[in-house]
């Protein structure tokens, strides 16, 4: 399994990123997928998860009416659109999946939010 995160940066507050992960080593079809981040000597935080059929969708509070995820099927990709992004945003982001009992994860992408 390789999930590779791409898209961060460096950003203004109130501006937008969009992240992509690329997934591969699996049948992305039938995998449900999450975001997670990480601030910087702290824990990792759920973020957003989408079914594999791209149905349903479910938000950490913080970050509902802001961020959506999505899914390209044919892509073996998943999105995290971000918007109205606050300096409290910072953070890396990884994509993740479970398989067979297993958490992989990518090695994530930085999203800065500053002036």
């Known amino acids: 399994v390789q999930l590779v995160e791409s898209g961060g940066g460096l950003v203004q507050p109130g501006g937008s990123l969009r992240l992509s992960c690329a997934a591969s080593g699996f049948t992305f079809s039938t995998a449900a997928m999450s975001w997670y981040r990480q601030v910087a000597g702290k824990e990792r935080d759920w973020v957003a998860a989408?079914?594999?059929?791209?149905?349903?969708?479910n938000y950490a509070d913080s970050m509902k009416g802001r961020f959506t995820i999505s899914r390209d099927n044919a892509k073996n990709t998943v999105y995290l659109q971000m918007n109205s992004l606050k300096p409290e945003d910072t953070a890396v982001y990884y994509c993740t999946v479970e398989r067979w009992g297993i958490h992989y994860w990518g090695k994530g992408t930085l999203v800065t939010v500053s002036s």
């Open positions: 989408i079914t594999s059929d791209g149905g349903r969708t």
